[in-house]
Nanobody
Framework: QVQLVESGGGLVQPGGSLRLSCLAS????????IGWFRQAPGKEREGVWC????????YYLDSVKGRITISRDKRKNTVYLEMNNLTPEDTATYYC????????????????WGRGTQVTVSS
């Protein structure tokens, strides 16, 4: 059974940083492309970072370019999203998701989702 579990959210001060984790089970990270998404209150879910092709093309949300780092630990079957210089506009529920085939960073093209982890940026 494919499962994704996010963790690491919380309250962060403006200008601070965070690291979110996405623990995958039921599949290996090499099996399905992983993406990170977020949804702010009253807004649609949007892609933050996704691998969009077998060649390794990557999509970044414009507002996070230069502020995020994605890494993964194969032994732990976990993907990490690190983000720095956070602003209140980064406040959202962050989700990781997996897709059975490479696609654009559009939520509807992803097949498996975690429940999300809340990130609140506030002083």
């Amino acid at each position: 059974q494919v499962q994704l579990v996010e963790s690491g959210g919380g309250l962060v001060q403006p200008g601070g940083s965070l690291r979110l984790s996405c623990l995958a089970s039921g599949f290996a990270l090499d099996d399905y492309p992983i993406g990170w998404f977020r949804q702010a209150p009253g807004k649609e879910r949007e892609g933050v970072w996704c691998i969009t092709s077998e060649e390794g093309d990557v999509y970044y949300l414009d507002s996070v370019k230069g502020r995020i780092t994605i890494s993964r630990d194969k032994r732990k079957n976990t993907v990490y999203l690190e983000m720095n210089n956070l602003t209140p506009e980064d406040t959202a529920t962050y989700y990781c998701a997996a897709t059975r085939s490479f696609s654009s960073c559009v939520p509807s093209t992803y097949d498996y989702w975690g429940r999300g982890t809340q990130v609140t940026v506030s002083s």
